[in-house]
């Protein structure tokens, strides 16, 4: 296990309901970073946090909310979502991120399977 | 446009073979190459990083190659396993950025 976790592992919601996932990390580092991974699709990057300050948005919807209290907590709020929104969502930390965000190697989680009906 | 392509797609090889995967990029300014190995329910977990001066990386069964030049990369699978099933993925990250480029991913599957 990569000490990233991730819950719930699998969501379905309709297109009106409001969710939340939830991402924790055990291994004390200092960027913690949200994925969308789509079927036939490579990785997107959504959100970037350091030292809980948001560093990065990557043009996501604002349908697609992030809150990251501490950093060691990342959450993803969704509300109103699209059948195109369902994808696994992957949750990844990094140690130092200003030591060079390129140089960073990053952990991920499991994942979220969503399906949005 | 920063790209990362994939080759193959897809894979299938029978147990105790080898094979090699490729990964082109445009991406620009290259700092580094990572091959992530990804398997089924799973998140991808880093196999090797390289950066421009490395021209080969190795991790147990699994070697990189690195042509900066060219700008190609390839993942070597040394005597497959069937735990080796997984989506390989190649990423290249852009100096001083924290968004990376993704390839698409090839799937491999070894059968016994």
């Known amino acids: 296990e990569t000490g990233v976790t991730q819950t719930p592992r699998h969501l379905v919601m309709g297109m009106t309901n409001k969710k939340s996932l939830k991402c924790e990390q055990h291994l004390g580092h200092n960027a913690m970073y949200w994925y969308k991974q789509s079927a036939k699709k490579p990785l997107e990057l959504m959100f970037v946090?350091?030292?809980?300050?948001?560093?990065e948005n990557n043009s996501v919807p604002s349908r697609f909310s992030p809150e990251c209290p501490n950093s060691s907590h990342l959450f993803l709020h969704l509300h109103t979502l699209q059948p195109e929104d369902s994808a696994l969502y992957l949750c990844?930390?990094?140690?130092?991120?200003?030591?060079?965000?390129?140089?960073?190697?990053?952990?991920f989680g499991p994942g979220t399977r969503l399906l949005v009906l | 446009k920063n790209q990362v392509e994939q080759s193959p797609q897809s894979l299938i090889i029978l147990e105790g073979k080898n094979c090699t995967l490729q990964c082109n990029y445009t991406v620009s300014p290259f700092s580094n190459l990572r091959w992530y190995k990804q398997d089924t329910g799973r998140g991808p977990v880093s196999l090797t990083i390289m950066t421009f001066s490395e021209n080969t990386k190795s991790n147990g069964r699994y070697t990189a190659t690195l042509d900066a030049d060219t700008k190609q990369s390839s993942l070597h699978i040394t005597a497959s396993q069937l735990s080796d099933s997984a989506s390989y993925i190649c990423?290249?990250?852009?100096?001083?950025?924290?968004?990376?480029?993704f390839g698409r991913g090839t799937s491999l599957i070894v059968h016994p």
């Open positions: 990844a930390s990094s140690q130092n991120p200003t030591a060079g965000a390129d140089q960073e190697t990053q952990y």
């Open positions: 990423v290249v990250s852009v100096g001083g950025s924290y968004i990376p480029t």
């Open positions: 946090y350091n030292f809980k300050e948001q560093t």
